[in-house]
């Protein structure tokens, strides 16, 4: 029981920690999810805002653990954990939302862009002398899923007639099915499947625009490759954490090993945990675009501010613009990417990880039957 | 090398990309054999429509000065170390020029500074070496 909570408690922990500490991940140029000149920010309002914003996150993070831990203390409902981190999740979102309007209506009564001249650079060499994808990196990941693939091949004539295929929060089994190649190896697709769409995905995300900073396009365009590349470097550390998980779990169903209740929960927990942190790290260290790493001075500059492109996002987190031909740009309040809902390639990409989202616990269902 | 163009600008997307390639094979920080990114790629870096990219590149194309692939792109195909241009350059060039010296004389600009302004301008072309633009990232 104690280390369901410890996860649940660990999963709470980090989203309060990331919301508190998003503001500081952002280009100080986007404040709250809103575009704005770089000689505006350091705006009062926008200090005081930031301020506000992270009083706010924390004692939310405060106020709704302690009434999710006692409910849960006092009344045993698992079920308040859950419920905890969605209201968290929203009222964290609130404050987001409070911050970016009124940052918004304080860039237009001020009329922050009047008279500047507001451009785009590109750096070509990003496009024609490309760093190479860390190949090399998707080693461990897809080194797992064969591994996986392999024990569960030599071990399948051995099995018992009937497996045990799923377990309970206590770690005791309550899923059985009868040995079949969907049974015994359900988790070996899914491990298959996830690890190819992480792979890929990477892909996309090391090729995905360059978004440099008009006013300091050089130190941005550094960033930006050292960005992406650890970016593609903690995404496939994560691939394998998860596919470590996924090895445990399919060595459970084959009984090589013993469920030893609730701890082989947390034994099946860690990695994904350690894969989680290692990429927080990375963003906490890189920042979005990775704005916040070191990078060589250089007087250039374009003698231009970045475009105003606010009425492209939709609340500053869904990005919307017919006139883009990219289909993934970077998030305006999180690290990482989002897509263009303006491009067609952007539905077709949700339909299709729809569609394995739903796909793979149908593996699953089947493997009841 | 770094592209930079102005989305408040009055000047055209496509004749500002098509500007600033021009420059950057004059100042040396795009030699003959150097390539450009892919119209598509462009595109999706600025964040603005293919056919914008597509016309600027298309412009370069005819005046000999890039080469399109379908997959690779686009490679610059002359420099100022190629040689002297195609004869018919000269009397179009010229033309253009008359114009914009037209524009100074008109505002009473001395002879003498409009040809110092011009060698300055001159000057500028060329050395490569202290460029900012030519930095990579």
């Given at each position: 029981?104690?280390?369901?909570?410890?996860?649940?408690?660990?999963?709470?922990?980090?989203?309060?920690?990331?919301?508190?500490?998003?503001?500081?991940?952002?280009?100080?140029?986007?404040?709250?999810?809103?575009?704005?000149?770089?000689?505006?920010?350091?705006?009062?309002?926008?200090?005081?805002?930031?301020?506000?914003?992270?009083?706010?996150?924390?004692?939310?993070?405060?106020?709704?653990?302690?009434?999710?831990?006692?409910?849960?203390?006092?009344?045993?409902?698992?079920?308040?954990?859950?419920?905890?981190?969605?209201?968290?999740?929203?009222?964290?979102?609130?404050?987001?939302?409070?911050?970016?309007?009124?940052?918004?209506?304080?860039?237009?009564?001020?009329?922050?862009?009047?008279?500047?001249?507001?451009?785009?650079?590109?750096?070509?060499?990003?496009?024609?002398?490309?760093?190479?994808?860390?190949?090399?990196?998707?080693?461990?990941?897809?080194?797992?899923?064969?591994?996986?693939?392999?024990?569960?091949?030599?071990?399948?004539?051995?099995?018992?007639?009937?497996?045990?295929?799923?377990?309970?929060?206590?770690?005791?089994?309550?899923?059985?099915?009868?040995?079949?190649?969907?049974?015994?190896?359900?988790?070996?697709?899914?491990?298959?499947?996830?690890?190819?769409?992480?792979?890929?995905?990477?892909?996309?995300?090391?090729?995905?625009?360059?978004?440099?900073?008009?006013?300091?396009?050089?130190?941005?365009?550094?960033?930006?490759?050292?960005?992406?590349?650890?970016?593609?470097?903690?995404?496939?550390?994560?691939?394998?954490?998860?596919?470590?998980?996924?090895?445990?779990?399919?060595?459970?169903?084959?009984?090589?090993?013993?469920?030893?209740?609730?701890?082989?929960?947390?034994?099946?927990?860690?990695?994904?945990?350690?894969?989680?942190?290692?990429?927080?790290?990375?963003?906490?260290?890189?920042?979005?675009?990775?704005?916040?790493?070191?990078?060589?001075?250089?007087?250039?500059?374009?003698?231009?501010?970045?475009?105003?492109?606010?009425?492209?996002?939709?609340?500053?987190?869904?990005?919307?613009?017919?006139?883009?031909?990219?289909?993934?740009?970077?998030?305006?309040?999180?690290?990482?990417?989002?897509?263009?809902?303006?491009?067609?390639?952007?539905?077709?990409?949700?339909?299709?990880?729809?569609?394995?989202?739903?796909?793979?616990?149908?593996?699953?269902?089947?493997?009841?039957? | 090398?770094?592209?930079?163009?102005?989305?408040?600008?009055?000047?055209?997307?496509?004749?500002?990309?098509?500007?600033?390639?021009?420059?950057?094979?004059?100042?040396?920080?795009?030699?003959?054999?150097?390539?450009?990114?892919?119209?598509?790629?462009?595109?999706?870096?600025?964040?603005?429509?293919?056919?914008?990219?597509?016309?600027?590149?298309?412009?370069?194309?005819?005046?000999?000065?890039?080469?399109?692939?379908?997959?690779?792109?686009?490679?610059?195909?002359?420099?100022?170390?190629?040689?002297?241009?195609?004869?018919?350059?000269?009397?179009?060039?010229?033309?253009?020029?008359?114009?914009?010296?037209?524009?100074?004389?008109?505002?009473?600009?001395?002879?003498?500074?409009?040809?110092?302004?011009?060698?300055?301008?001159?000057?500028?072309?060329?050395?490569?070496?202290?460029?900012p633009l030519n930095t990579e990232g």
């Amino acid at each position: 029981m104690a280390e369901f909570y410890l996860i649940m408690g660990f999963i709470f922990a980090l989203l309060v920690f990331l919301s508190w500490i998003m503001p500081a991940l952002m280009r100080p140029t986007l404040p709250f999810g809103v575009r704005i000149p770089g000689d505006r920010t350091g705006e009062p309002l926008i200090v005081d805002e930031l301020r506000r914003y992270r009083r706010l996150t924390l004692l939310t993070g405060i106020v709704i653990g302690a009434i999710v831990a006692a409910v849960t203390l006092l009344s045993g409902w698992q079920e308040t954990l859950t419920a905890g981190i969605l209201v968290l999740i929203f009222v964290e979102w609130v404050w987001y939302y409070r911050a970016h309007r009124r940052v918004i209506a304080a860039k237009h009564e001020g009329n922050w862009y009047a008279g500047l001249h507001q451009g785009a650079v590109v750096d070509t060499g990003i496009r024609t002398e490309p760093q190479p994808y860390p190949w090399l990196w998707t080693l461990p990941a897809i080194g797992l899923v064969i591994a996986t693939a392999i024990i569960g091949i030599i071990k399948y004539p051995d099995l018992p007639g009937t497996l045990a295929i799923h377990y309970n929060a206590q770690g005791v089994a309550n899923g059985f099915a009868g040995k079949s190649v969907w049974s015994a190896f359900s988790l070996v697709f899914i491990e298959g499947i996830t690890t190819a769409l992480i792979v890929g995905f990477s892909v996309l995300t090391f090729r995905s625009r360059q978004e440099l900073d008009s006013e300091h396009p050089v130190a941005s365009a550094q960033q930006h490759r050292a960005f992406v590349r650890q970016m593609t470097q903690a995404v496939l550390f994560l691939a394998a954490c998860v596919d470590v998980t996924m090895l445990f779990g399919s060595l459970t169903i084959w009984g090589v090993i013993q469920s030893t209740g609730p701890k082989s929960l947390l034994g099946l927990g860690l990695p994904i945990i350690a894969g989680v942190v290692g990429i927080t790290a990375l963003a906490v260290r890189t920042g979005q675009s990775g704005h916040r790493l070191p990078a060589g001075e250089s007087s250039y500059g374009s003698g231009m501010v970045n475009r105003d492109d606010d009425r492209y996002w939709i609340g500053g987190m869904i990005y919307l613009n017919r006139d883009d031909p990219a289909f993934m740009v970077n998030k305006r309040f999180g690290v990482g990417w989002t897509l263009n809902f303006g491009h067609p390639g952007a539905w077709v990409f949700l339909v299709i990880t729809l569609g394995i989202a739903i796909g793979a616990p149908l593996i699953s269902a089947l493997a009841h039957h | 090398m770094l592209l930079a163009i102005d989305l408040t600008s009055e000047v055209p997307i496509y004749q500002q990309l098509r500007d600033r390639i021009v420059e950057a094979i004059a100042e040396g920080s795009l030699p003959s054999g150097s390539r450009l990114p892919a119209t598509r790629q462009l595109a999706a870096d600025f964040g603005i429509n293919f056919h914008t990219v597509n016309k600027a590149y298309d412009l370069l194309r005819q005046e000999g000065l890039l080469q399109l692939t379908r997959k690779a792109g686009a490679t610059v195909l002359r420099d100022a170390a190629s040689g002297p241009p195609p004869a018919e350059f000269a009397p179009s060039w010229e033309e253009r020029t008359r114009t914009l010296l037209a524009e100074a004389v008109a505002q009473g600009m001395p002879k003498s500074e409009i040809v110092a302004r011009c060698e300055a301008l001159l000057a500028g072309f060329g050395t490569g070496s202290s460029d900012p633009l030519n930095t990579e990232g």
